[in-house]
Nanobody, 118 residues
């Protein structure tokens, strides 16, 4: 079993920054990909940024140039640095990890709320 615990969300003014953390614990092996998704009220969950199975990073167009995903393998932690935040970035941000062959085991964190408002 794998547990993902997010932290770092909160309320920030437009143009501000936040850094989210996702700490993974449990039996961690054969990570296929790992990253961040978000879900705004009334909207579908969408990809924000991810480390792919090939080791590269992918970003949604709406965060390119503003958000950066990084990781600390020693701590089994993935980060999302969010800069130049906009009101439309308001959402619950979820950490996701896929493990095993072709990522057949899918794990989600509980989510952390990010609110961007003046």
């Amino acid at each position: 079993q794998v547990h993902l615990v997010e932290s770092g969300g909160g309320l920030v003014q437009p143009g501000g920054s936040l850094r989210l953390s996702c700490a993974a614990s449990g039996i961690i092996s054969s990570v296929y990909d790992m990253g961040w998704y978000r879900q705004a009220p009334g909207q579908q969950r969408e990809l924000v940024a991810i480390f792919t199975s090939g080791g590269s990073t992918n970003y949604a167009d709406f965060v390119k140039g503003r958000f950066t995903i990084s990781r600390d393998n020693a701590k089994n932690t993935v980060y999302l640095q969010m800069n130049i935040l906009k009101p439309e970035d308001t959402a619950v941000y979820y950490c996701n990890a896929k493990m095993g062959l072709l990522g057949k085991y899918v794990y989600w964190g509980q989510g952390t709320q990010v609110a961007v408002s003046s």
